[in-house]
């Protein structure tokens, strides 16, 4: 039987800049009696990533160009936030109705370039984390080093996506495995080779763990235990659609 | 600890017209000793609902249009796959690079509207459920009588996204759940008011699903366990973004 599981895993304390994030995500295993096992993955927010880096802006010491000035009456947005996105973006895909679509350094188009107020508190700004698969490899070394398992690590963020309404979460971060699953020229039991069929099992995954997550209850780790994903030293610039081969450039 | 259980469903034979799937999905629940709770939730493919509601087309009995000739050999595809294609559209979103992103008449947006090759033989291709939330409903009431359990049901597709590489499983009809999970106006623990977080559970319960399914073992269905989805009566009509509230219309 093919089974999965997506654990939950609550941190009771909020997470502060040089927090040794390897040790917590340990402490919250144990906490729920769960032993790391060589083949898990652990799914972790951005949030906590960029908040044990100190990848915190405050609004407050925040002086807005003319332009974000201009922007932020626009879209009638704090002209300090619009500041600090300005300063993420790379390209702006989109801008009307209030919101700003980015394309951030790290080459992810989402709303706000990923600057978000949600569960920093005191007019503070988390911005994503400035190398997430650094990230991602750094937390996958320090686990093998305490617990000696080789595991998978993937950091998350909900972004919106074109056509559908609602966010999921996306992998954008990750380390020790493979995030797309090629089908290419495999053939079906009826002799037909398939195409086209290549399956982004990181961001499949990165969904999976938002299930047991939330956004307001703490919980923002999740074990994924029993997913035979294809170990591998990719990057998460896998995942992004070359601008040459995107017909939505 | 909050667990989901995410189990894959063999099926052993292939579906014809006229196969009764709910029978067939209570067989493959017993092959593995699971019986239903309530709170379950079914994923199942597009390809088994279209199969078993004789929703395919043989590529010998199709005349390509003037049109469709003309498109195919722009694209390099087969001029009677390219006439399947455009019946099934309602608007061509982009066309270029030997690739169809369609509207469906359905209102979904993918590669091809939804026309599919593989798993079906013989030159036939499949086409996506005329009414994917009719056939959900209509799968959930007889699961429902056959066993007493009320259950969601979730129809699932695989497209592709725009700005990434691979392709993720969808919601494209949805029975006995609320797909949209909204925290707008709900307070973080530093006080701060979540202003637009509205998360998709069924296309990540989708997403989920497809981890167990993949496309060549002959696992066409998902028991998801132990998420506490919000019932209610939702068409996947909500999560199509309205035209006039698309930023990429």
Not at 54 to 62: A, D, Q, R, S, Y
Not at 120 to 129: D, Q
Request: charged share 30%.
């Amino acid at each position: 039987m093919k089974e999965i599981r997506v654990i939950g895993l609550r941190i009771s304390r909020d997470i502060k800049e040089g927090d040794n994030l390897s040790e917590i995500i340990l402490e919250a295993l144990k906490e729920e009696n769960l032993e790391l096992l060589d083949g898990d993955i652990l799914v972790i927010t951005q949030k906590i990533v960029s908040k044990a880096e100190g990848n915190l802006v405050n609004l407050k010491e925040v002086k807005p160009s003319e332009f974000a000035k201009k922007i932020s009456k626009l879209l009638d947005k704090d002209e300090r936030l619009v500041e600090v996105i300005l300063r993420e973006t790379k390209r702006i895909v989109k801008m009307d109705r209030g919101i700003i679509i980015c394309e951030t350094h790290q080459g992810f188009i989402c709303a706000n370039a990923g600057v978000d107020q949600s569960n920093v508190g005191n007019e503070r700004v988390s911005l994503l984390p400035k190398n997430p698969d650094f990230s991602a490899k750094a937390l996958r070394r320090e686990i093998k080093d305490l617990t000696g398992k080789d595991i998978a690590i993937i950091i998350s963020d909900t972004f919106g996506r074109p056509w559908r309404e609602g966010q999921v979460n996306f992998a954008i971060g990750i380390a020790g495995l493979e995030p797309l699953l090629n089908y290419r020229g495999r053939v079906d039991s009826h002799g037909y080779e398939l195409k086209a069929t290549v399956i982004a099992v990181a961001d499949e995954l990165a969904s999976s763990a938002e299930l047991v997550m939330g956004k307001l209850d703490n919980t923002p780790i999740a074990l994924i235990r029993g997913y035979p994903y294809l170990r591998g030293r990719a990057s998460i610039k896998k995942m992004i659609r070359r601008a040459e081969k995107d017909l939505f450039r």
